[in-house]
């Protein structure tokens, strides 16, 4: 606007003011890189400014709406417009002949202007520069307009509804509400024995496939009984040499007194022997697990235990009764909520997400454990309430999230809790 028009117009200079928190200041002044704030041009330039927009606001007022509206954009100023104190500095500043016009908000059509724009002529302006001046300044017209913005309306209610809505607000967090709490959960059976290994060794075989019925006293897994059979025929060969040994030594005790206290040692070593073998043989006997009671076995792969060392009590399956099923839920320990027996479970499984599973707590722990995700929890029990259509969702092993029901507290409380058990732990307190 100030600079670029010059080889169309050939104007003398021109300026371009804005009105910035209700003072004006120049924006750029034609042939000029930085504008001085400060020179006694600058301090009339605003002062003329003024006038201007004082004296278009109360034209604007005065004229009908359809009169205003049809205003011209580019205007003439000579110094008979201006009051005698400005019009004095005139010959000082400006030459005869100066041409303005309004820049002005988006939005905002005839109350405010933001802007004015001076274009500043030696000797009589060219009817043909006018008309080009004219028409580039509907266009700057539109380009200040649009990069100036919609002036923002405020959205704020008024003071009084302001007040409403805080008491609204405030009357909320005083509503009862039930506190919850979600939690990774699994489906169990809540009869269930665990079928360990008795004593070290290596499985030679898993008898039955994961999730097969089964009975009391079948067989479920084969340790191995090579090392075994080995130390029983050796500790066989050890007992016939002790009992010979004692047989020559009773014999031998006829004939020589001395001999007779070798007896009793003898006789000891022999029952030794004799309680070492009893020992193995009721080893032997217990190198087939059988199903302590009838349900369904539960553990991985089979080709997992093939070969496999065990130790002395370690688990190897489960045997679960398939008609007594619940929910096994990890609530961990900084999400944990007051929930006892009779509490209400949802249980919305990852199979079937829109077909919760309803039940009740029937046992809480009240030790923190480590969850199968590694993650100190507590370890929760509930049952399932039976329903017409849920039989194929309710297999042992099935992940899903639970939804645990606790006491009613108030919203208040129920928003701020963990933000305030936050704060304790930071500030100590």
Request: proline residues 6%; aromatic residues 6%.
């Amino acid at each position: 606007m100030a600079n670029d028009a010059w080889g169309l117009l050939g104007f003398r200079q021109a300026l371009v003011l804005r009105k910035t928190a209700g003072r004006w200041g120049a924006q750029a002044i034609s042939g000029l890189v930085e504008v001085a704030e400060t020179t006694p041009y600058q301090n009339w330039l605003r002062r003329v400014c003024v006038h201007l927009d004082a004296s278009r606001s109360t034209s604007a007022r005065m004229a009908e709406p359809q009169e205003a509206a049809d205003e011209t954009a580019l205007l003439q100023l000579t110094p008979n417009d201006l009051p005698e104190a400005l019009a004095q500095e005139w010959g000082q500043w400006w030459p005869a002949d100066v041409v303005y016009f309004f820049l002005r908000n988006r939005g905002d059509a005839q109350a405010t202007v933001n802007g004015l724009a001076f274009y500043l002529f030696d000797g009589p302006i060219n009817p043909t520069r006018l008309a080009s001046l004219e028409r580039l300044s509907e266009v700057w017209l539109h380009a200040w307009a649009m990069l100036s913005g919609m002036p923002r309306k405020s959205w704020l209610p008024g003071a009084r509804t302001r007040w409403v809505v805080a008491l609204v607000l405030l009357a909320a967090l005083f509503i009862p509400v039930r506190q919850s709490v979600l939690a990774p959960a699994e489906i169990i059976s809540l009869e269930s024995v665990v079928l360990a290994s008795p004593l070290e060794g290596v499985v030679r075989e898993v008898l039955v496939r994961p999730n097969q019925a089964v009975v009391a006293d079948q067989p479920l897994v084969a340790l191995d009984d090579t090392t075994l059979r080995n130390r029983r025929e050796v500790l066989l060969k050890s007992v016939g040499s002790a009992q010979a040994e004692l047989l020559a030594t009773t014999q031998k005790s006829f004939d020589n007194l001395q001999s007779r206290g070798d007896i009793a040692p003898l006789s000891g070593r022999v029952e030794e022997r004799r309680a070492e073998l009893a020992f193995i043989d009721e080893q032997l006997q217990r190198l087939a697990l059988t199903a302590p009671k009838a349900g369904i076995t539960v553990f991985g792969d089979p080709n997992d235990w093939r070969g496999r060392s065990v130790a002395a009590g370690e688990r190897i399956m489960l045997v679960a009764n398939p008609a007594k099923l619940g929910v096994l839920v990890h609530v961990p320990v900084g999400d944990a909520i007051a929930v006892g027996p009779g509490a209400p479970v949802r249980l919305f499984l990852h199979v079937a997400p829109l077909s919760p599973l309803d039940g009740q707590v029937i046992e809480t722990g009240y030790q923190a454990l480590l969850s199968p995700d590694n993650i100190a929890s507590y370890r929760i029990r509930a049952t399932l309430a039976s329903s017409p259509g849920d039989e194929n969702l309710q297999r042992i092993g099935l992940k899903g999230t639970a939804k645990l029901y606790g006491e009613r507290v108030l919203l208040g409380y129920w928003l701020m809790r963990r933000p305030l058990a936050a704060g304790r732990e930071w500030l100590g307190i």
